[in-house]
């Protein structure tokens, strides 16, 4: 991601190339209007026709089949094959509704602001905004999106006091009020100038009126899905499962929906699972040893990004310039806090090597002068980064009176472990002795999140807190700013009056190339103030099956739509082999092949439920002996010990029978079902079996069944 005016060309880097594998890219047809009033940026369809009009009849004819961007998608939607995939990221229910919903301005995979729902918009003045709607678009449920509906949605927000989970300052002021011109035409009206109402905009989901019916939703919960249904126009409809910021369910199953309205972001694929059941490691060790048990992993770590690329099975994508900062918070709220003396938190900045830190997380991260990542809305390309200048820290440090030094305690989350101890090294050297404690993500969260914290803020005794942001709206006045420094959930700073001053400055406008210029006022602002300790925007690392076409997000958001598989990819292969009678497939017992489980679960029922139990308890007391001797039919449950053994074990138990694997003298009850079964049902009950367990169980069982004999 970059400046709002430029695109790479480039944003994805595969680290590791796959032979033979090209997926077509969309086409995509832009007309430039070149325009001097930045409020004719975004024109809606109509408005732009008028002004083609003036080069000839060829303007005219785009306006008459659809404008610069068709509003409905005549291709239906070519999909293929399955996506397994694991994201373990606390922003995951924002990727659920990333791919259900759409929204009136939505924020592209680069971060620019473009239209979705809304084909364009305009400010009449600073207190108006006018935005024509997209004709055509159909909810999943097959009702039509059009002005109505908008109002639905914009009214059931504003009842709310906060509607979103991320903070008040995405509602808008009382008085604000939506007015209908036409079905396909509405006009916002505001008390007062609002600067961030575009953003506010891109964050408004669009939910079915039959969503608002039966579920609505409550405060802090705009856009959090707690159950399935035919909700939003999204590429994506959730059809199992469910995600909010507190829990998920193990599995979460998205299918496309067949008349998605855009083009350029058709779903590719039929069907998307979520495993929430597999820890990061085992994800990971899957999508690197085998196909068609996880295809992705998000947030891969840079020291676990060579493993990955020499897997046979996956590749490292990697996505530069995410809306992503990693940087430390200096205590001011503690007692006695020396931090508010700019002499130290200038030393601190100039005690680090950031060079030296990026090496040290194998070149994953891009230095960055002060709080906003280097592609986000308002960053400053001229501001340069702190030099690193131990001499001049120990200068600072003793002219802040810190002649022999300071003892500081410095925190990090887990993940942050590699940087908090070289940033450790690196302070010891100009002079600070440095107490380190990395902590778990929960005990992190006590100590820096001021409504979580274990004391008052004033007894809270570490020093610097290193950590990761996360700015999904690429409006760094919020989700940093706010956030870090004004009264936010995470504010340590004692900021100057200059800082507040510049942020409700950049509220009072709407023009956007004014906004910017603002923020990297506040950029340099808080850069020279040495507000945080600066350090880098990390590159963003995911853990790919090779035959999976992925092109990340610079929200690190997973949006899905585009997203496709290769003849090659396991679910394809499924499929044919499915589909032609003449070829066989390896056996296997897929928990997740639909077809498969039904027909395991009419066989289970026929001939092993009797025994084993329906629920597959099995028998009461199958620990201790009978007085026959042998012992009483085991659970196939996760109580049990079938998930211990692999496939092929648990298929030759079931074909051959118990009495061929029992220990000397052991009269097995189990029978043989050579003769009662096919091969293929003999899998498919297994598959049963497995479709019962636990994730964590299946993954378990997965890895003894891939196990080398």
Same mark, same amino acid.
């Given at each position: 991601?970059?400046?709002?005016?430029?695109?790479?060309?480039?944003?994805?880097?595969?680290?590791?190339?796959?032979?033979?594998?090209?997926?077509?890219?969309?086409?995509?047809?832009?007309?430039?209007?070149?325009?001097?009033?930045?409020?004719?940026?975004?024109?809606?369809?109509?408005?732009?026709?008028?002004?083609?009009?003036?080069?000839?009849?060829?303007?005219?004819?785009?306006?008459?089949?659809?404008?610069?961007?068709?509003?409905?998608?005549?291709?239906?939607?070519?999909?293929?094959?399955?996506?397994?995939?694991?994201?373990?990221?606390?922003?995951?229910?924002?990727?659920?509704?990333?791919?259900?919903?759409?929204?009136?301005?939505?924020?592209?995979?680069?971060?620019?602001?473009?239209?979705?729902?809304?084909?364009?918009?305009?400010?009449?003045?600073?207190?108006? $905004?006018? /935005?024509?709607?997209?004709?055509? &678009?159909? !909810? +999943?449920?097959? *009702?039509?999106?059009? #002005? =109505?509906?908008? %109002? @639905?949605?914009?009214?059931?927000?504003?009842?709310?006091?906060?509607?979103?989970?991320?903070?008040?300052?995405?509602?808008?002021?009382?008085?604000?009020? $939506?007015? /209908?011109?036409?079905?396909?035409? &509405?006009? !916002? +009206?505001?008390? *007062?100038?609002?600067? #961030? =109402?575009?953003? %506010? @905009?891109?964050?408004?989901?669009?939910?079915?009126?039959?969503?608002?019916?039966?579920?609505?939703?409550?405060?802090?919960?705009?856009?959090?899905?707690?159950?399935?249904?035919?909700?939003?126009?999204?590429?994506?409809?959730?059809?199992?499962?469910?995600?909010?910021?507190?829990?998920?369910?193990?599995?979460?199953?998205?299918?496309?929906?067949?008349?998605?309205?855009?083009?350029?972001?058709?779903?590719?694929?039929?069907?998307?699972?979520?495993?929430?059941?597999?820890?990061?490691?085992?994800?990971?060790?899957?999508?690197?040893?085998?196909?068609?048990?996880?295809?992705?992993?998000?947030?891969?770590?840079?020291?676990?990004?060579?493993?990955?690329?020499?897997?046979?099975?996956?590749?490292?994508?990697?996505?530069?310039?995410?809306?992503?900062?990693?940087?430390?918070?200096?205590?001011?709220?503690?007692?006695?806090?020396?931090?508010?003396?700019?002499?130290?938190?200038?030393?601190?900045?100039?005690?680090?090597?950031?060079?030296?830190?990026?090496?040290?997380?194998?070149?994953?991260?891009?230095?960055?002068?002060?709080?906003?990542?280097?592609?986000?809305?308002?960053?400053?390309?001229?501001?340069?980064?702190?030099?690193?200048?131990?001499?001049?820290?120990?200068?600072?440090?003793?002219?802040?009176?810190?002649?022999?030094?300071?003892?500081?305690?410095?925190?990090?989350?887990?993940?942050?472990?590699?940087?908090?101890?070289?940033?450790?090294?690196?302070?010891?050297?100009?002079?600070?002795?440095?107490?380190?404690?990395?902590?778990?993500?929960?005990?992190?969260?006590?100590?820096?999140?001021?409504?979580?914290?274990?004391?008052?803020?004033?007894?809270?005794?570490?020093?610097?807190?290193?950590?990761?942001?996360?700015?999904?709206?690429?409006?760094?006045?919020?989700?940093?700013?706010?956030?870090?420094?004004?009264?936010?959930?995470?504010?340590?700073?004692?900021?100057?009056?200059?800082?507040?001053?510049?942020?409700?400055?950049?509220?009072?406008?709407?023009?956007?190339?004014?906004?910017?210029?603002?923020?990297?006022?506040?950029?340099?602002?808080?850069?020279?103030?040495?507000?945080?300790?600066?350090?880098?925007?990390?590159?963003?690392?995911?853990?790919?099956?090779?035959?999976?076409?992925?092109?990340?997000?610079?929200?690190?958001?997973?949006?899905?739509?585009?997203?496709?598989?290769?003849?090659?990819?396991?679910?394809?292969?499924?499929?044919?082999?499915?589909?032609?009678?003449?070829?066989?497939?390896?056996?296997?017992?897929?928990?997740?092949?639909?077809?498969?489980?039904?027909?395991?679960?009419?066989?289970?029922?026929?001939?092993?439920?009797?025994?084993?139990?329906?629920?597959?308890?099995?028998?009461?007391?199958?620990?201790?002996?009978?007085?026959?001797?042998?012992?009483?039919?085991?659970?196939?449950?996760?109580?049990?010990?079938?998930?211990?053994?692999?496939?092929?074990?648990?298929?030759?138990?079931?074909?051959?029978?118990?009495?061929?694997?029992?220990?000397?003298?052991?009269?097995?009850?189990?029978?043989?079902?050579?003769?009662?079964?096919?091969?293929?049902?003999?899998?498919?009950?297994?598959?049963?079996?497995?479709?019962?367990?636990?994730?964590?169980?299946?993954?378990?069982?997965?890895?003894?069944?891939?196990?080398?004999?």
């Amino acid at each position: 991601m970059r400046n709002v005016q430029r695109r790479s060309r480039f944003p994805v880097r595969v680290l590791q190339t796959q032979a033979a594998f090209d997926f077509a890219a969309q086409a995509v047809v832009v007309t430039c209007i070149p325009v001097q009033d930045q409020s004719l940026q975004h024109a809606s369809e109509e408005e732009s026709a008028i002004l083609k009009s003036s080069i000839g009849h060829i303007g005219l004819i785009l306006y008459v089949l659809g404008g610069v961007t068709s509003s409905y998608s005549a291709e239906t939607p070519t999909t293929r094959g399955e996506l397994r995939l694991v994201d373990a990221s606390p922003s995951n229910w924002m990727s659920i509704a990333l791919n259900v919903f759409d929204r009136l301005i939505e924020i592209d995979t680069d971060g620019n602001m473009v239209p979705g729902l809304a084909t364009g918009w305009r400010w009449l003045d600073n207190r108006t $905004l006018a /935005i024509t709607l997209r004709q055509g &678009v159909k !909810f +999943h449920n097959g *009702e039509d999106f059009d #002005a =109505a509906i908008v %109002k @639905l949605n914009w009214e059931a927000y504003a009842r709310l006091q906060q509607p979103h989970m991320l903070g008040e300052f995405l509602s808008f002021k009382p008085g604000s009020r $939506l007015e /209908i011109i036409d079905p396909y035409t &509405v006009r !916002f +009206h505001f008390p *007062e100038a609002d600067g #961030a =109402a575009l953003i %506010k @905009l891109s964050a408004l989901h669009i939910a079915s009126q039959q969503f608002h019916t039966q579920d609505g939703w409550g405060e802090k919960q705009w856009g959090v899905l707690k159950r399935p249904g035919p909700w939003g126009t999204g590429p994506y409809r959730l059809v199992e499962g469910f995600s909010t910021f507190e829990k998920r369910s193990d599995r979460i199953v998205l299918e496309a929906h067949p008349h998605y309205w855009d083009a350029s972001r058709l779903p590719r694929l039929h069907r998307i699972v979520f495993d929430n059941g597999l820890s990061h490691r085992e994800a990971l060790e899957l999508v690197k040893s085998d196909e068609g048990r996880v295809d992705l992993v998000s947030e891969i770590r840079p020291v676990e990004a060579l493993s990955v690329a020499q897997s046979p099975f996956a590749k490292v994508v990697t996505k530069r310039d995410t809306l992503v900062t990693v940087f430390g918070q200096f205590n001011m709220r503690k007692a006695g806090s020396p931090w508010r003396d700019i002499r130290l938190r200038q030393a601190i900045n100039l005690a680090v090597n950031r060079e030296e830190l990026i090496r040290d997380i194998k070149g994953q991260g891009v230095i960055i002068p002060a709080l906003a990542p280097k592609g986000a809305f308002g960053y400053d390309p001229a501001l340069t980064p702190y030099p690193f200048d131990p001499d001049k820290a120990r200068h600072l440090l003793r002219e802040a009176g810190y002649a022999d030094g300071l003892v500081i305690a410095l925190i990090a989350p887990e993940a942050l472990q590699t940087q908090a101890i070289s940033i450790s090294m690196m302070l010891e050297q100009a002079g600070f002795t440095v107490d380190l404690q990395v902590l778990d993500d929960v005990a992190f969260q006590r100590q820096t999140r001021l409504g979580d914290r274990d004391q008052p803020a004033a007894q809270q005794t570490w020093d610097i807190a290193l950590r990761p942001a996360l700015d999904q709206l690429n409006f760094p006045l919020f989700l940093l700013y706010r956030y870090f420094a004004l009264d936010g959930p995470y504010d340590w700073v004692s900021e100057q009056p200059e800082l507040r001053q510049l942020y409700e400055q950049v509220l009072r406008v709407v023009d956007r190339e004014r906004q910017q210029a603002l923020i990297q006022q506040i950029e340099r602002h808080t850069h020279d103030q040495a507000y945080f300790l600066f350090l880098y925007n990390p590159i963003q690392l995911y853990a790919v099956n090779k035959s999976v076409a992925f092109v990340p997000h610079t929200t690190t958001l997973l949006g899905l739509a585009g997203m496709s598989v290769a003849e090659a990819h396991w679910s394809v292969q499924q499929t044919t082999a499915q589909q032609t009678p003449s070829q066989t497939q390896p056996p296997h017992a897929d928990p997740h092949n639909t077809e498969q489980v039904a027909t395991g679960q009419q066989v289970y029922v026929s001939f092993c439920a009797g025994c084993h139990g329906t629920n597959l308890e099995g028998q009461p007391d199958w620990q201790k002996r009978l007085p026959m001797g042998n012992f009483p039919a085991p659970p196939h449950d996760e109580t049990g010990h079938t998930w211990h053994h692999a496939d092929q074990w648990l298929f030759d138990i079931v074909k051959d029978g118990g009495q061929r694997f029992a220990p000397p003298r052991y009269r097995s009850a189990m029978p043989a079902y050579r003769d009662m079964l096919t091969d293929d049902e003999i899998w498919a009950v297994l598959a049963f079996i497995k479709s019962r367990w636990p994730a964590s169980i299946w993954a378990h069982q997965e890895r003894e069944t891939l196990r080398p004999r």
